[in-house]
């Protein structure tokens, strides 16, 4: 009963909170699902250590307001205050975005006509509650378009934002973003960066790269030089990676679409690489904020048998001895320590201890080998890190 209860209260389906409950006492469990509902505090930008330093990119965030610190524990890591909560009221004039869209209004994001679900009544100019599909409030705003032109048009700025339960800093429309200096990526996908810790001559596969956040880290720690092959099967996420790339002026990017489940009989020049990124597909039962959770069962299991797929794939495509950077955004121990299991008993990998290890250890016998960032301990999204060798 006490399950189903905090399933209730936080929104969240009975088959995410059981995944939470095979390896968290009940105390946590709650703990982690109010995190969950919440942003960090800190919003974390990697710097591109090829154009500046963390120390020059907060100068120049300051002189811009905003309050910059270096973290100093990573080489190029910087991060910004998140403020809030803030109260936001429900108008009468109400604007119903899509999930993601509202999650990212809930962080003071601007309102696009292709994330709104339904808008009646509503005319351009009216102040207007921006909430998500079961109703809960993200945000206030004014309609920049009439209720009916938001759902058709499906392009176009349909809110634009003033209060939203919290602030996360823009910086994606600075000089400082546009001249490639920072990316945007949250602190354990920084720390998997450095835990690979790819060496300037390598030949790099990263299997599921959009947007390109791992793959540029590891062009950007690769000097420059070697080949990082970024791989996904969308022609535009393709074309946000190449974007990404060249904004930050990484030439050894080299972007590609493809099935990276059968890259190693379709990409035959990528057999023998030195390391491997494989963050795949998952249920994101880490991602942050989540306002409400409905992944069922049969879901958890899909994801853990298909991103089995890809491990398949990373052992083929890599040389005797090398590395396999295993991450995901969830929680759950089906798609993360009993993944490497299946990976080490199936597929002729040995986990390697992680250099950098800021996080708690894993599960299933796997200790210190496995590093886990828990929302309620960490303050970031709930993530998960292996380094895998092949041998």
């Known amino acids: 009963m006490m399950l189903e209860t905090l399933a209730a209260r936080h929104e969240f389906s009975l088959a995410a909170v059981k995944q939470l409950a095979k390896l968290y006492p009940i105390i946590r469990v709650e703990s982690i699902l109010t995190s969950l ?56 004039k109400v604007v119903v975005a899509k999930k993601d869209a509202a999650e990212s209004v809930y962080q003071g994001a601007n309102l696009y006509a292709s994330g709104v679900l339904d808008a009646r009544k509503v005319k ?9 599909p079961r109703g809960c409030v993200a945000a206030e ?16 700025l349909a809110v634009l934002v003033d209060t939203s339960v919290y602030k996360v800093p823009s910086v994606r429309e600075l000089d400082i973003y546009k001249k490639g200096l920072i990316y ?29 956040g791992k793959a540029t880290h590891a062009a950007q720690l690769m000097g420059g030089d070697g080949r990082v092959i970024a791989v996904d099967r969308s022609r535009g996420r ?24 059968y890259l190693d009989v379709l990409e035959d020049d990528l057999v023998g690489a030195d390391a491997v990124i494989l963050d795949p597909p998952c249920s994101a039962l880490g991602v942050r904020p989540n306002l409400y959770y409905e992944k069922e069962e049969r879901e958890f299991q899909a994801l853990t048998s298909y991103q089995r797929q890809f491990l398949g794939v990373a052992a083929k495509l890599l ?13 759950t121990l089906e798609e993360n320590e009993h993944n490497v299991l299946y990976a080490v008993e199936h597929y002729g990998f040995r986990p390697k201890r992680q250099t950098v290890f800021i996080g708690t250890t894993g599960f ?8 886990r960032f828990e929302p309620d301990i960490h303050d970031t999204p709930g993530f998960f890190i292996a380094l895998l060798e092949k041998i």
């Open 184 to 212: 945007d990526q949250s602190f354990p996908s920084i720390i998997a960066g450095h835990i690979l810790s790819p060496k300037p001559d390598w030949l790099v596969i990263d299997m599921c790269a959009a947007p390109g």
């Open 141 to 156: 705003g004014v309609a920049m378009m009439d209720g009916d032109d938001m759902v058709t048009r499906k392009r176009g």
């Open 319 to 331: 040389r005797r001895g090398g590395l396999l950077l295993y991450s995901t955004c969830t929680l």
């Open 124 to 132: 351009e100019g009216d102040k207007v509650s921006v909430v998500n």
């Open 37 to 92: 509902k919440m942003p960090t505090r800190r919003y974390f930008l990697r710097v591109n250590t090829l154009k500046a330093t963390p120390t020059e990119v907060v100068k120049e965030l300051r002189e811009l307001g905003l309050d910059a610190q270096v973290y100093e524990m990573l080489p190029d890591a910087i991060f910004l205050p998140v403020k809030g909560p803030f109260p936001v009221k429900r108008l009468n």
């Open 238 to 261: 393709v074309d946000k990676i190449k974007e990404n790339a060249m904004r930050l002026g990484l030439s050894n990017v080299e972007a590609r679409v493809a099935d990276s489940r």
């Open 364 to 371: 299933a016998g796997l200790t210190s080998h496995v590093q």
